[in-house]
């Protein structure tokens, strides 16, 4: 979905004029897309008929092309189908439980929550109340070391009631506490029962459903019967990074009329997102992302050494610190996916595999030197690359390529410390954004 529109859009703003003929066109092409995301057929046409109205009037709004208005009508008309407006999550102490059918992500995003609310300066416990599948509390046991979470659970006790109480009771010093319920294959009269007698006892402020994306427009369905059920307070998509019925899956929780609010972006912890229909929208037409990135980046780089970075000197130390960050930030492909105007930039994957491989040596070389070395670069010499270079298994001339980068590199910071680049243009917009937050 995500490619096929940008694809739409940018074949669109490539035309010379922007009449009716390829103002059909494109909404012919978003059609084709939606459709094959699996979102509902009358969803879609709705949609394109908002769409058609809205772009062929024949007063523009000052300012705008008769194209720049089109993507325009295009993006805001998305935006409505897909939510309106941002998640909003509530920094404060709360019980969530997460419910949802057999392996849609529940003990996964347990952990990407946990993860979330600690960054957020709360402390969280979790509770594995799954007394259907043997290796379940095992696997969040696993999944709490990783993100350093206490999680209760009884591997004995066959009521999951039970064992909400007994967890109640051990975490009851937490900011956040997150239950992790059973699975199954379809919404029975089991499962209903059993879901609401946890919720008896735990009286959980979020009651999040966790669907799996690739589920598209039955999505509906599901939420709604959930809903019946127990009272959501929300849903929580998961998958859409390997999904291609995800936007299927997101209109369809809107027209249940239930709140999605996050997004499961991966298998890891840190891919959570707080939906944000703009922002998706943004991504999905490829206009880029920049918010996104900066969260992320504000995530990743430690205030205090990213402001030694920009005063101080830039020598090794800081240099590994960077690499360190950029690694935290995730793969190239998708920081770039996210830069504005990189999206649509297509990067062969080979070059970014090339990078990445570059970035794993320059650690091991890092790792090879002296303290010495790292905070006066200038000491390094012929004897000393030899030596580095056996030490982190790298060629000698690897090494010296790798300091010819440092090199390039520090002129560059210095230029952005006094220069232009740092006080106008869209570097310094970013780099203003990251350091104003921090
Ligand atoms: N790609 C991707 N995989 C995910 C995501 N969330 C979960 N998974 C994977 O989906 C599978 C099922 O995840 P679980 O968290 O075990 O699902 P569950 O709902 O707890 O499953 P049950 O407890 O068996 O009902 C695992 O292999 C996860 O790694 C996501 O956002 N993206
Ligand atoms: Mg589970």
């Known amino acids: 979905m995500f490619d096929k529109l940008k694809d739409s859009i940018s074949k669109f703003a490539k035309l010379g004029v922007a009449d009716k003929g390829a103002v059909e066109a494109l909404i012919k092409d978003i059609q084709r897309t939606l459709i094959q995301s699996d979102v509902n057929v009358k969803l879609v046409f709705e949609l394109s008929k908002n769409i058609k109205e809205k772009a062929l009037k024949d007063d523009l709004p000052a300012g705008l092309t008769r194209r720049e208005h089109v993507v325009d009508i295009v993006y805001k008309e998305l935006v409505e189908f897909l939510g309106k407006s941002k998640a909003e999550i509530k920094l404060e102490k709360q019980k969530i439980l997460l419910l949802g059918l057999f392996g849609s992500g529940k003990t996964t995003t347990t952990a990407k929550i946990a993860k979330y609310y600690l960054k957020h300066g709360l402390s969280v416990g979790a509770i594995s109340c799954d007394t259907w599948r043997p290796a379940a509390y095992e696997q969040l046991k696993t999944l709490g070391k990783q ?18 109480k007994e967890g109640l009771k051990k975490l009851k010093e937490k900011d956040i506490i997150i239950v992790d319920s059973a699975g199954r ?46 009272g ?21 929780c809107h027209a249940a009329d239930v709140n999605v609010k996050f997004l499961g972006m ?3 912890p840190q891919d959570l997102e707080i939906y944000d229909p703009v922002r998706f929208v943004s991504r999905l037409l490829g206009m880029g992302d920049l918010e996104t990135l900066l969260e992320k980046a504000k995530e990743a780089i430690d205030p205090e050494k990213a402001m030694d970075i920009m005063k101080g000197d830039f020598d090794l130390n800081a240099f590994y610190d960077q690499i360190e960050s950029t690694k935290k930030m995730g793969s190239f492909s998708k920081i770039l996916e996210m830069m504005p105007g990189m999206g649509n930039v297509k990067i062969p994957k080979d070059m970014l595999d090339v990078q990445e491989e570059k970035m794993v040596k320059w650690k091991f070389m890092l790792d090879s030197m002296t303290k010495e070395e790292k905070s006066k670069p200038d000491v390094l010499n012929r004897q000393r690359y030899d030596r580095i270079s056996k030490g982190s298994g790298t060629k000698p001339e690897d090494v010296r390529d790798f300091i010819k980068h440092y090199d390039q590199t520090k002129k560059m910071m210095k230029k952005f410390k006094g220069g232009k680049m740092f006080k106008r243009g869209p570097m310094a917009k970013m780099f203003k954004g990251m350091m104003g937050n921090m």
């Open 266 to 268: 991966g298998e890891k």
């Open 147 to 164: 993100v350093k979470i206490e999680v209760y659970g009884d591997a004995k006790e066959k009521d999951p009631v039970k064992i909400v």
């Open 185 to 230: 294959s379809a919404i029975d009269g089991e499962l209903a029962k059993e879901l609401k007698d946890i919720d008896k006892i735990l009286k959980a402020d979020e009651k999040l459903l966790v669907m799996s994306g690739d589920i598209g427009q039955a999505a509906e369905k599901q939420a709604s019967t959930f809903n019946d059920l127990v």
């Open 232 to 252: 959501l307070t929300g849903v929580i998509v998961t998958k859409m990074d390997s999904s291609a019925k995800g936007g299927g899956a997101l209109s369809a």
